[in-house]
């Protein structure tokens, strides 16, 4: 016999009052994504459409999936001549999140353990293209596997530790076929943070979008990364250097990085691993301001071409669809910015970059509460760590947008104290100082901006104004008058 399970925390009427939903929720932040994303496309006539591929994209995604079907059928009958582990079971592929082991030592370590399981198990879950099976103690006896429908593709299985000031997590992801180990991830928080709840969600996160990632770069290659996938060593030298690159790049170095990627793509034109490489390249040098305008144009066109190819060999892929998602931002494409970021964040829902991006889309369309939201979201995942300053600077900016200094000056100074970025930061940190009265610290703080983004003035300071929404252009020339009156040049 089968069936369903249904299980539920139970909490008496006292003890829901004070708890702490915001952090308690696995993750609300996705629905807002789509709820926003679905009324913005309604809205979309204030703006121009992305291209004809994001009115397609459904149509192309029913052909994908019925092309795969037919490849799994083709597959399934030569499998005796493929090795075991290009293929799954089945599809979508079944991952059992096993009891996290307890060996911290901790009078509340099993709390804490079987609280990160659940909330590991409820992330994944919202994963469309994997099923998931909730914690089990231990992996179940042979007679047990012989009862099931159809035993897991994948075990996770983890251990928390405590270590001085910290709780650290460590799982791995197992082939349950052949006991091959395909990702171990491990994350610390501090101990000390009074918030457990917190603790407990950003260990859960930090393991999950590791996890996530590996999951979704076997369901599309089909093979581990150490087989070497389908780039050859050229290219993928290439890739691996002009990534590294990407963000510490030099004006100086980024012609021959980007030769590099055109030069790797040429030799494999369908490379989709170059093809993102070389438009994440691209979209750093219009950052940047590294392009003329002509040339900017040009590489716009390119990298736009390059990853609605890739998003059409790998429709589902996270790497793909994570920095398509960054380009449209990066482009003021707002509104189609939503959908693909929202479409990450169904494969990895703890990917914090997405987040940020679903907030810089909901600010520039003058959905402030959504944004601060959102990027609170990414705060309280904190996943990658690299990328912690963003949200962070994303909630200052979303209150300063809501003429809320105060509350905005602790993320910014946050902020600030990680990286300093372009010096943007530091002037609307000074615009903050401005409203909130503060007036040697507003003078001192746009110095330093313009120090380190000399020839800055009123008219240069805001980021491009396209496809933004009146109610934001309204509180973003607000927050550029206060930088005025601390210092900033108006001409």
């Known amino acids: 016999m089968g069936g369903y399970v249904f299980t539920a925390d139970i909490a008496s009427e006292a003890e829901i009052k004070v708890s702490s939903p915001e952090v308690d929720l696995p993750s609300p932040a996705p629905t807002t994504v789509l709820d926003v994303a679905a009324a913005s496309a309604a809205e979309a006539t204030t703006g121009p459409a992305r291209s004809s591929w994001l009115s ?14 037919c490849a799994i059928v ?21 991952v059992a999140v096993m009891a996290m082991a307890d060996a911290s030592g901790d009078p509340l370590g099993a709390v804490m353990a ?10 994944l879950a919202r994963i469309n293209t994997i099923s998931v099976i909730a914690p089990r103690s231990t992996a179940p006896q042979p007679e047990q596997a012989a009862s099931l429908a159809a035993p897991p593709d994948f075990d996770i299985r983890g251990e928390l530790q405590r270590s001085g000031p910290s709780w650290t997590l460590r799982a791995r992801l197992i082939q349950t076929t052949s006991g091959k180990v395909e990702a171990v991830a491990a994350v610390s928080v501090d101990a000390d943070e009074r918030d457990p709840l917190l603790q407990q969600t950003r260990l859960a996160a930090g393991v999950g979008d590791v996890l996530a990632r590996r999951l979704n770069e076997l369901i599309e290659t089909g093979t581990s990364s150490a087989d070497g996938g389908v780039t050859a060593g ?4 290439a890739i691996e250097q002009a990534t ?15 030769t590099m990627l055109q030069n790797a793509l040429a030799d494999q034109p369908d490379n989709v691993d170059a093809a993102v490489a070389l438009a994440a390249l691209q979209m750093r040098g219009i950052q940047m301001v590294w392009y003329s305008p002509d040339a900017a144009a040009a590489a716009e066109a390119q990298a736009a071409a390059n990853l609605e190819r890739a998003l059409r060999a790998k429709p589902n892929s996270i790497a793909v669809l994570e920095t398509y998602c960054r380009f449209l931002s990066a482009t ?15 494969l990895d829902p703890w990917d914090g970059l997405a987040l940020y991006l679903v907030g810089l889309g909901q600010l520039n369309l003058g959905r402030f509460e959504d944004a601060l939201a959102t990027f609170q979201q990414a705060d309280r995942y904190d996943t990658p760590a690299v990328s912690r300053w963003t949200w962070l600077l994303g909630v200052g900016w979303a209150h300063m947008m809501m003429d809320r200094a105060e509350e905005a000056l602790p993320w910014l100074q946050r902020s600030i104290a990680i990286t300093a970025a372009s010096g943007r930061p530091y002037m609307l940190l000074a615009a903050a100082y401005q409203r909130a009265g503060q007036i040697d610290e507003a003078r001192a703080a746009i110095q330093k901006g313009l120090k380190l983004r000399p020839g800055t003035t009123a008219l240069n300071v805001a980021p491009p104004m396209k496809n933004t929404s009146p109610v934001y252009r309204e509180a973003a020339a607000r927050i550029v008058q206060l930088m005025v009156d601390a210092g900033l040049p108006a001409q």
């Open 56 to 69: 397609a994209l459904g149509g192309r995604m029913a052909i994908t999936a019925a092309a795969a079907l």
């Open 74 to 94: 083709g597959l399934a009958a030569a499998a005796p001549l493929l090795r075991s582990n290009l293929i799954f079971k089945r599809s979508p592929p079944v």
């Open 114 to 123: 079987t609280e990160i399981a659940g909330r590991l198990t409820d992330g």
């Open 234 to 237: 050229g290219a993928r030298a």
């Open 244 to 258: 590294a690159s990407i963000n510490s790049v030099t004006q100086e170095r980024f012609s021959m990085a980007q």
């Open 332 to 346: 003021n494409h707002f509104v189609e910015s939503l959908v693909i970021c929202a479409r990450t964040l169904s």
